[in-house]
């Protein structure tokens, strides 16, 4: 591991925002309570990476209260470095393995899911690991309050094309779908935030694919 590696995991440690893997335990069902001290709706970004657009929701909505997920310390140290320097209050970032979701958080505490940019898992022998498998669907419905929207956001056709047919295969309830978000007419502020990846992306006359749907 290189130095800077080493430096943002030990320096990730330190920080309020951030709460490491079974420290998050004692919050389960009461984050808005105990961590962010308020009684505001609780946001998920599953695989968050750098945190960014955590960071930027955070931003645009005051009155509600986001938690960036990732494993991966290193990456969340720069979301929540820059949330501390900005003074942005309302986001956190948990680092454990989304597997373990349920553990953390109590049924219908949450009130909506991003997944923005993940690892797509294209091989087929890979597919409980894509994030809307219905593995990770149960997962969702057990957080979600009822009537909580799910947004993904991914260049990657495939797994748009998967996410919308298991949509339609466990008769989940459809809001939004595009193959070129910004080419249509859905794009809004919220939509409009770019990641690090997504610049590159679009650079790259790459389409943008966006879901959003729930369980009810």
């Not at 995991?9 to 490491?20: L, M």
């Not at 962010?36 to 509600?64: I, M, Q, R």
């Not at 809004?188 to 966006?210: F, P």
């Amino acid at each position: 591991m290189g130095k800077d590696k080493l430096k943002r995991f030990a320096e990730v440690a330190t920080f309020p925002n951030v709460v490491q893997l079974d420290a998050g335990l004692p919050f389960k069902g009461k984050w808005a309570k105990d961590f962010f001290k308020n009684d505001n709706p609780v946001v998920l970004e599953l695989a968050c990476g750098k945190g960014e657009y955590t960071v930027n929701l955070a931003k645009l909505f005051p009155n509600k209260n986001f938690i960036g997920i990732d494993y991966k310390g290193n990456r969340i140290w720069r979301g929540a470095k820059d949330a501390l320097e900005e003074g942005v209050k309302n986001v956190g970032f948990l680092r454990i393995q989304i597997e373990t979701l349920m553990d953390y958080f109590g049924e219908s505490e949450i009130d909506e899911i991003w997944i923005t940019f993940p690892d797509p898992q294209p091989q087929v022998s890979r597919e409980k690991k894509r994030l809307t498998s219905p593995r990770f669907l149960v997962k969702y419905r057990h957080v979600l309050k009822p009537g909580g929207y799910i947004n993904l956001k991914t260049d990657n056709d495939g797994l748009h094309a998967y996410t919308a047919e298991k949509i339609g295969e466990l008769g989940l309830k459809l809001h939004i779908k595009t193959e070129d978000l910004y080419h249509s007419a859905h794009t809004d502020e919220v939509l409009s935030i770019k990641t690090y990846y997504e610049k590159k992306y679009l650079k790259d006359n790459k389409n943008i694919n966006y879901l959003k749907f729930s369980f009810e």
